[in-house]
């Protein structure tokens, strides 16, 4: 038992390790959109396409495994059933119900065991979200105006928390389409990866 707990302790280190390691990769690549080094252009997109878009599906996938219906409010809550296209099975019998079944399957196959690496990255995701206005001023790569990151606010809410998932996916897309913009949610996601690159295991930050 002593054993098994060891290595599962090990098995959640290298995990944290590895979700670090995308953070400091992504935030490479948000670094060098940012300053315009068009030379990284091709790496960039690989970085943000191999990497930094599933960690934000999988972070996505967490907080709406872990999400609860009392943490939203009657319009939120119909929002994230859209968009996490989670259906009611269709009722009735016949050809056309049938039919109807097998297409909502194919779209949402039902229940499925949580994944423990997504719930690690939403967890993770979520104490970035919320420590990264406090991310020291030394360690702030935007070159734009702003040497801090302390006027981007917390998410409030269960909402305004998959709101700015959502936002991190958009950005990264662009990144990754070759079609970025220096505008502040392209800010807001380097915040986000400068602050989850130096989140440590015992809190607080660390060297990048």
């Known amino acids: 038992m002593e054993a098994q707990s060891r290595r599962d302790a090990l098995s959640r280190f290298a995990a944290f390790d590895d979700l670090v390691d995308t953070y400091r990769r992504t935030r490479a690549a948000l670094v060098a959109v940012a300053h315009e080094r ?36 009657p319009a939120e809550l119909r929002d994230l059933v859209r968009r996490a296209a989670i259906i009611e099975p269709p009722h009735g019998s016949g050809p056309d119900a049938v039919a109807a079944a ?25 104490i970035v979200f919320s ?31 998959l709101a700015r998932v959502e936002e991190l996916a958009q950005v990264l897309w662009r990144v990754a389409e070759g079609h970025p913009r220096h505008d502040e949610p392209l800010r807001r996601a380097l915040a986000f990866y400068e602050a989850g690159s130096r989140l440590s295991m015992a809190g607080g930050f660390t060297a990048a």
Not at 44 to 60: F, K, M, Q, Y
Not at 149 to 159: F, K
């Open 38 to 73: 068009a030379g990284d252009g091709e790496l960039v997109r690989e970085i943000i396409a191999t990497e930094s878009l599933p960690h934000v599906d999988a972070v996505w996938d967490g907080l709406v495994t872990l999400a609860r219906a009392g943490q939203f409010t």
């Open 102 to 126: 097998a297409e909502a399957r194919a779209v949402h196959p039902g229940v499925r065991p949580a994944d423990a690496g997504h719930l690690l990255a939403a967890a993770h995701a979520r």
């Open 131 to 161: 420590v990264l206005p406090t991310l020291p001023a030394a360690a702030v790569a935007w070159p734009r105006v702003h040497r801090t990151y302390a006027d981007i606010a917390r998410p409030r809410t269960e909402a305004e928390l």
